[in-house]
């Protein structure tokens, strides 16, 4: 039975904090990577434009996750709860294979090869930290330095939120922009003026279930990936018990 004092005495005292500076250098780079590249685009162009994509919707959403994940384990705090990190992962994940797989993709029916291929200067420098930089870094870091184990399979669905949420706002801001508006429909697989809205509807319908997938994936690899062993991954120091 405890008493009182023994009651108030504060974890940290028991479990002493373990930081992890290499955790928190890598996490800060990434997260700076994503702040860079929405930065750069905002400066480049319209910022009402630039915030209506998806791609810098899960930048920001990385470089928040990532920079709070840094101070964390820079100061050898609890990590943030794995719905969080692992929804930012999972959103940003999309983006680079959405990008790779299906605009920049040459044989895709929605590619902007063509588009892109003639961005130059800072545009081009923020099309790479957006689209390759943080969804290679942000994967990196969950493997190599995060536990695994944390997710659920629960937090598949959950994710889809953010999608869900992104959905209606894309249709709701193309319906109030005018016919000539260039970015009316942000990406070509949800222009409701060339697909009508069962187009779209199955698009969405089609990305949802990658998402649903690809989010299963994660959780299911996070169950039987391994823990990269050594001193940065321990939760706990040798004398504060048996797990590490």
Known sequence: MLTPNAASVPASAVVPAVRRPVAAVFRGLIASAAA???????????????????TVWSNI????VLALSARRAWTGRPPL?????????LCVSVVGLVFHLILANGSSEFNQAAE??????????????????TPVGTALDWLLLTL??????????????????YLAFALIRGALLSPDAPTRY?????????????????NALVLGLAFYALG????????????????????SSQGAGGLK
């Open 186 to 202: 942000t990406y070509p697989f949800l222009d409701v003026t060339e697909y009508g809205y069962g187009g779209v509807a199955t």
């Open 36 to 54: 860079t590249g929405v930065v750069i685009e905002c400066a480049l162009g319209s910022v009402p434009v630039v915030l209506s994509f998806f």
């Open 148 to 165: 695994p184990g944390a997710l659920r399979w629960r937090h598949a669905a959950q994710w889809l939120a953010a999608p869900a949420a």
């Open 81 to 89: 709860p794995a719905l969080w990190t692992g929804g930012a992962l």
């Open 61 to 64: 959403a990385v470089a928040i």
């Open 116 to 133: 892109i291929a003639k961005l130059t200067g800072g545009r081009a420098v923020a099309n790479q930290l957006l689209h390759t930089v």
């Open 216 to 235: 299963l994936v994660i959780v299911g690899l996070d169950r039987v990936r391994p823990a990269v062993r050594g001193r940065e991954n321990r939760i």
